[in-house]
């Protein structure tokens, strides 16, 4: 039998383990139950999918999204291992022939919703040898939990209904409430729990605050135009506000579609699939979006308002750069999110929690030190608080003496008896004769442009940090206006001295890379041929994706088609040596990446003797086996004779369907081949 570390090479391609991967596998494969704590992105599938294959019975994934289901079953497939999901979206027919499968040990790991296994438990003890339970996302079962299922809870009974089978329970939701009340639950026995580093030190992080909205998008364009043809998602607090941010952007060229609870299920299926499958680049979404999407090439996550917990924020922030490259995180931080926020937390049965959360998450994007030390100590890590890929650690806030500033802002406020926000004060300081500031003769006021030297989004940023500082406060029972509090007062009477930083220039007016060394190599490298190469491979990928009906990153990530156009492999040997390559991709596209390789040097393939490697435990074939072996072309062109087939069997009223399963290619590869063949449009 492979060691889990010749699987994970020959299987998936990856050279080594990521923290704790094999210690779990190790766990899992001595038969004890197992709770799983890591980060999103992480690699927690790796845990249960190498046990699986060396396992002699079968393993079912509980999953809670059937999306998900057919990426992870895709890629599973794409690398050679048998999986399944069993679910509603497949007919009955299909159902059946994965149940057969099932029995017979073909199918080696099975997805399924919590909902479907309860009516399949019978099944299950009756005619399965199951080896290992994974359940993902397993904070699901408990009410403390963010996205709590009531179904999740039906799982309580596996620990007894299968005494021999290992169960383990992954999740990526840190607090200790929650991850006590899974284990319980789930009535793990003698288990033994991993809690992975939190860290994802490729994510870069940013706050931009005091932006207006015209400044926010004209920040996201160019932070968008910095990424062309790359994927990024940006997050927003309502459903309103992704429409809205998607016009915007329509408007100045940018093509996003917005995604939120609000769209009917197959339009926000559409959305997800083509984002998946590159057709679409950006996603301005609520945050429904992105639960169980595996997409490895999100190269930058932007928050449009502040999320409300810390937990939330890391969650979103974690779909950007799950294939290890760098990938680039902006919040962007403004009051009025705070009050919209509290006030949801005000409404809400848990306000405490609630509250509390949400200061957290303030407290983030208000500090003054390395925001990846506050996020780690957040979850219970520690860090030496200097990451060099924060804004602050890159970028240390310089200070001057602001006395005289905050005195002017605070005097504006007293004056009006504290009975006004933000935007009055701004107002009132910069000496603006709007309609409302000569109603209320705030015109009259001996302070009224008292600031007018300094602009209206600088007053903004200042006010910021006096609120940071604690010199005023926000009256959220009084309108939301501003309060000045005792070390307020000591500054304005002078009784003590005020430290301001000064204002990072908002981004997008000078060039955008400035802050980021990265960036600008990446900007001003000329074009190579290693780019060209690059294309050229994923244009290649995109049409084995087609043809195969998956997406394009379960061909290959990204991180693959970069070794690739680095190194350059010339011989299906070497290409097997690329990162994510393992046996099974290795033989059925080596060859045309290296064709395409050899064509754009403009040379000749090596060729070299493959020898395949039984990486499956041998197992007598079963009669659909076979069948399928003997239509095994799936990477075979498309002969003369199957194009006859092909054309008579779909005239004779064969589905696209029925089609794909005779020939044993996707059903874009039976459409696309119709459709060169004249026979559909
Ligand atoms: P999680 O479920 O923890 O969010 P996944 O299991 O979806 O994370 O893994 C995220 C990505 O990392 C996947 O694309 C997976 O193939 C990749 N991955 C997992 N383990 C490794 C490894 N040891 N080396 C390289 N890539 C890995
Ligand atoms: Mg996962
Ligand atoms: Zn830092």
Not at 441 to 460: E, R
């Amino acid at each position: 039998m492979p060691t889990p570390h010749e699987i994970l090479k020959t299987v998936f391609g990856y050279d080594s383990f990521r923290p704790l991967q094999e210690e779990i596998i190790n766990q899992i494969l001595a038969h004890n139950d197992t709770f799983v704590l890591m980060p999103t992105g992480g690699g927690k599938s790796m845990c249960y999918q190498i046990p699986a294959i060396i396992f002699e019975g079968i393993t079912i994934v509980v999953s809670p999204l059937i999306s998900l289901m057919k990426d992870q079953v895709d890629a599973l497939k794409s690398n050679g291992v048998e999986a399944e999901a069993l679910n509603s979206n497949n007919s009955e027919d299909v159902n059946y022939h994965i149940r057969i499968n099932c029995e017979s040990g073909i199918t080696k790991i099975l997805y399924i919703s919590p909902e479907r296994l309860q009516k399949e438990i019978p099944w299950m003890q009756s005619k399965l040898n199951v080896s290992l339970f994974a359940i993902d996302e397993a904070h699901c079962i408990s009410q403390w939990g963010h996205d709590f299922r009531p179904e999740y809870t039906q799982l309580n009974c596996l620990r007894s209904m299968f005494p021999k089978s290992v169960i383990m329970a992954l999740t990526a939701t840190a607090d200790k409430i929650t991850r006590e009340d899974i284990i319980k639950q789930l009535d793990l026995q003698s288990y033994k729990t991993f809690i992975s580093s939190f860290d994802r030190p490729n994510l870069s992080l940013e706050v931009r605050q005091g932006y207006s909205e015209n400044e926010k998008i004209n920040a996201i364009i160019s932070i968008v135009k910095r990424h062309q043809n790359e994927s990024g998602i940006i997050y927003c607090l309502s459903r309103k506000n992704t429409e809205k941010v998607v016009d915007l952007l329509h408007k100045q060229g940018v093509t996003a579609k917005a995604y939120h609870a609000g769209m009917s299920t197959p339009d926000r299926n559409k959305v997800q699939d083509d984002f998946i499958n590159d057709r679409i680049n950006i996603v301005c979404a609520t945050v429904a979006f992105g639960m169980g999407i595996d997409k490895s090439n999100v190269r930058y996550v932007i928050h449009y308002n502040m999320p409300k917990s810390i937990e939330n924020f890391y969650q979103e922030i974690g779909r950007g750069g799950r294939d290890g490259l760098e990938a680039e995180t902006i919040l962007f931080y403004n009051i009025q999110d705070i009050i919209t926020l509290r006030r949801f937390a005000e409404e809400s049965d848990t306000k405490e929690i609630n509250l509390e959360k949400l200061k957290r998450m303030q407290e983030y994007a208000e500090a003054q030190v390395c925001r990846r030390q506050i996020l780690l100590n957040y979850f219970g890590e520690h860090s030496n608080g200097n990451c060099c890929n924060c804004d602050i650690c890159k970028n240390p806030p310089q200070h001057f003496d602001g006395t005289v500033v905050v005195q002017k802002a605070l005097s504006a406020i007293k004056r009006t008896d504290e009975k006004i926000g933000f935007t009055h004060t701004i107002d009132i300081l910069r000496g603006s004769q709007n309609a409302d500031i000569i109603k209320l003769g705030y015109d009259q006021l001996k302070t009224f442009g008292v600031g007018s030297d300094i602009s209206a989004s600088i007053w903004y940023d200042y006010l910021l940090q006096m609120l940071q500082l604690g010199y005023i406060e926000i009256a959220y029972n009084d309108y939301n206006h501003l309060k000045i509090t005792d070390s307020g007062s000591d500054v304005l009477y002078g009784r003590s001295k005020a430290q301001l930083a000064i204002p990072k220039p908002k981004t997008y007016k000078q060039k955008e890379g400035k802050q980021d060394k990265k960036t600008i190599e990446k900007q001003s490298a000329p074009i190579n041929e290693d780019n060209r190469l690059f294309e050229i491979l994923r244009t290649l990928r995109k049409t084995i994706a087609e043809e195969n009906n998956w997406p394009a990153y379960v061909v290959l990530p990204d991180k693959s088609l970069k070794e690739l156009a680095i190194h350059k492999p010339l011989s299906v040997e070497n290409f097997g040596n690329i990162y994510g390559v393992g046996n099974r991709k290795k033989e059925q596209f080596g060859a045309r990446f290296v064709k395409a390789i050899a064509d754009y040097l403009n040379t000749e393939p090596i060729e070299e003797p493959i020898e395949s490697q039984e990486i499956m435990p041998h197992q007598e074939l079963s009669y659909m086996e076979k069948q399928k072996q003997l239509y095994s072309n799936a990477y075979q062109p498309w002969t003369a004779e199957d194009d006859s087939k092909l054309i008579e069997m779909y005239n004779a009223g064969e589905s696209i369907k029925q089609l794909a399963e005779f020939f044993d290619r996707g059903r874009g590869a039976i459409r696309s081949r119709l459709k060169k063949l004249n026979i559909i449009v």
